[in-house]
T-cell receptor
């Protein structure tokens, strides 16, 4: 039973435009959410996070939005660059669980020059 | 700053052989996680440790899989005997989990091929 879902396996965007990656979760006890980026032959690297007390967190070109009522998370990349082409995983965690994360299945982003 | 170090990076072995994957977490981190990545199931959590103690091994697929963390700086994931369906990329991650949620930091993985 997947508690974190990424329903789009892939996304293709033109360089300079906005990329929007989506993630849904089912467990209302989750209170910490993250996005990871993964290049081929490398491990996932942490990109940005948000706690449930916020609905938006921004870091440069990357913004994460959290809609708790809809149990929905999204990552916006503006403007998109070819170097952003990678697989993006969302993850979620609840309290008092030794930092265990539940990961989505990933969305492969392709930014075309 | 050294990140999470996994070895070997690639392992090719024949069915039935024992396979041992190794992980050195980031110094000071007190939680360690083993994941398996496959096309079908994405990133699956196999087992995780806190302060060297296994907390949850419910993700370990079968008794052929075992993991140990003898000290704070070393962990192993063992498959014995190995089968072709164990072929995947195995990741180790570590984090500091004493003061609330923190990002996990991943190694670059071990690509395992069982022939």
């Amino acid at each position: 039973d997947q508690q974190v879902k990424q329903n789009s396996p892939s996304l293709s965007v033109q360089e300079g435009r906005i990329s929007i990656l989506n993630c849904d979760y089912t467990n209302s006890m989750f209170d910490y959410f993250l996005w990871y980026k993964k290049y081929p032959a490398e491990g996932p690297t942490f990109l940005i996070s948000i706690s449930s007390i916020k609905d938006k967190n921004e870091d440069g070109r990357f913004t994460v939005f959290l809609n708790k009522s809809a149990k929905h998370l999204s990552l916006h990349i503006v403007p998109s660059q070819p170097g952003d082409s990678a697989v993006y995983f969302c993850a979620a965690s609840g309290k008092n669980n030794f930092n265990k994360f539940y990961f989505g299945s990933g969305t492969k982003l392709n930014v075309k020059p | 700053d050294a990140g999470v170090i996994q070895s070997p990076r690639h392992e090719v072995t024949e069915m039935g052989q024992e396979v041992t994957l190794r992980c050195k977490p980031i110094s000071g981190h007190n939680s360690l996680f083993w994941y398996r990545q496959t096309m079908m199931r994405g990133l699956e959590l196999l087992i995780y440790f806190n302060n060297n103690v296994p907390i949850d091994d419910s993700g370990m697929p079968e008794d052929r899989f075992s993991a140990k963390m003898p000290n704070a700086s070393f962990s192993t994931l063992k498959i014995q005997p190995s089968e072709p369906r164990d072929s995947a990329v195995y990741f180790c991650a570590s984090s500091f989990s004493t003061f609330g949620n923190q990002p996990q930091h991943f190694g670059d993985g071990t690509r395992l091929s069982i022939l």
